[in-house]
């Protein structure tokens, strides 16, 4: 079974800052997707980037962009230039191959605070 | 384009009881799936559910069971409730297949 680690209950950082957000993650498997997902207080997961583990450029989107390092199961997310609206719990997550519909395996999370 | 909705918000139940549990899929989804999260915990898949059939499940016991209808909205229904069935539930609507299909999921109902 695979399993997703989040090592960091809590992180912090300055508005208009840099954080970066660790995920490890544990699989047998040669054909995966990685996503980190964001959970603000309205308790409604929004995706926030996605990695097919085929691709070896690191995904970017806008201030979100990953470090897919598959050798070592590791993936984590970078946020530049935090704005107060990044605060959330954000949640690595895995699925399987490309017919796993809805079924992901979730981190434990990260509470992400952003300091004005 | 709709988005996924689900019901009720909030509710609260006795141990023993029975409680269901719906969602309205995004439109143009095909399949259902069902997470627990307890509070301050990241979620724990139930099951999903793919043309009125479940397909995959997670570690959780015969008394949570759903439904999906031919209009892909869905129930999840949990028996026999008990104090550590208290969490946040969320639905979320997918396609089965394709590359890195995104999941749209819902609010959540909230059991106590």
């Known amino acids: 079974a695979q399993t997703v680690t989040q090592s960091q209950p809590e992180m912090s950082v300055q508005e208009a800052e840099t954080v970066t957000l660790s995920c490890t993650y544990d699989t047998s498997e040669s054909d995966y997707y990685l996503f980190w997902y964001k959970q603000p207080p309205s308790r409604q997961m929004i995706l926030v980037i996605r990695?097919?583990?085929?691709?070896?450029q690191n995904a970017t989107e806008n201030r979100f962009s990953v470090n897919f390092q598959k050798a070592a199961k590791s993936f984590s997310l970078k946020i530049s230039d935090s704005q107060l609206g990044d605060a959330a719990m954000y949640f690595c997550?895995?699925?399987?191959?490309?017919?796993?519909?809805?079924?992901?395996?979730f981190g434990q999370g990260t509470i992400l605070t952003v300091h004005p | 384009e709709t988005g996924v909705t689900q019901s009720p918000t909030h509710l609260i139940k006795t141990r023993g009881q029975q409680v269901t549990l719906r969602c309205s899929s995004q439109s143009g989804h095909n399949t259902v799936s069902w997470y627990q999260q307890a509070l301050g915990q990241g979620p724990q898949f139930i099951f999903q559910?793919?043309?009125?059939?479940?397909?995959g499940r997670g570690n959780f016991p015969p008394r949570f069971s759903g439904l999906q209808f031919p209009n892909y909205s869905s129930e999840l229904n949990v028996n026999a409730l008990e104090l550590d069935d208290s969490a946040l539930y969320l639905c979320?609507?997918?396609?089965?297949?394709?590359?890195?299909?995104?999941?749209?999921f819902g609010e959540g109902s909230r059991l106590t």
């Open positions: 559910y793919y043309r009125e059939e479940e397909n």
């Open positions: 990695q097919e583990a085929y691709k070896q």
């Open positions: 997550a895995y699925r399987s191959g490309p017919f796993s519909g809805g079924k992901l395996t």
């Open positions: 979320a609507s997918s396609h089965l297949a394709g590359a890195a299909g995104e999941l749209f």
